[in-house]
């Protein structure tokens, strides 16, 4: 149970010092902020990351994926003015998914997907962002 609790914590510092890290360079372009890379970190940091961004910033758009150990993940998180405009996350991962042969869901504002193929990241997170910038739209 201790070491879970540290894993835990250790997990809850590295998401608020990798979002500390990148607040600041966070910027607005066509009334969107934008966070698309890779991140190979655990899928719960990841998490912490979003959730920690999205009350901050209502028009964000984060996707990331990370290939950690044997898991290959893709988060979107989107804040509430882009959900309010039509964009629903959990649409947008089952597409981009595909790209890292898996699947996933979610909610409108937050869905993630898993999948096997570490080398299709890059193209999933590609594709994530031109649905949500085609739904902007």
Same mark, same amino acid.
């Given at each position: 149970?201790?070491?879970?609790?540290? !894993?835990?914590?250790?997990?809850?510092?590295?998401?608020?010092?990798?979002?500390?890290? !990148?607040?600041?360079?966070?910027?607005?372009?066509?009334?969107?902020? +934008?966070?698309?890379?890779?991140?190979?970190?655990?899928?719960?940091?990841?998490?912490?990351?979003?959730?920690? +961004?999205?009350?901050?910033?209502?028009? +964000?758009?984060?996707?990331?994926?990370?290939?950690?150990?044997?898991?290959?993940?893709?988060?979107?998180? +989107?804040?509430?003015?882009?959900?309010?405009?039509?964009?629903?996350?959990?649409?947008?991962?089952?597409?981009?998914?595909?790209?890292? $042969?898996?699947?996933? $869901?979610?909610?409108?504002?937050?869905?993630?997907?898993?999948?096997?193929?570490?080398?299709?990241?890059?193209?999933?997170?590609?594709?994530?962002?031109?649905?949500?910038?085609?739904?902007?739209?």
């Amino acid at each position: 149970v201790a070491d879970i609790i540290m !894993i835990l914590i250790n997990d809850e510092k590295q998401a608020a010092l990798y979002k500390e890290s !990148i607040e600041p360079n966070l910027t607005e372009e066509d009334g969107v902020v +934008l966070v698309a890379r890779q991140l190979d970190l655990m899928p719960d940091v990841i998490k912490g990351i979003a959730f920690g +961004l999205k009350p901050k910033f209502p028009n +964000l758009v984060f996707v990331t994926g990370s290939a950690f150990g044997d898991k290959v993940t893709l988060t979107i998180m +989107l804040g509430d003015e882009i959900v309010a405009r039509g964009v629903n996350a959990s649409k947008v991962i089952r597409e981009a998914a595909k790209e890292i $042969g898996g699947g996933g $869901g979610g909610q409108p504002f937050f869905a993630t997907a898993g999948g096997k193929k570490p080398e299709g990241l890059e193209k999933a997170i590609f594709r994530a962002v031109e649905l949500i910038k085609g739904e902007l739209k």
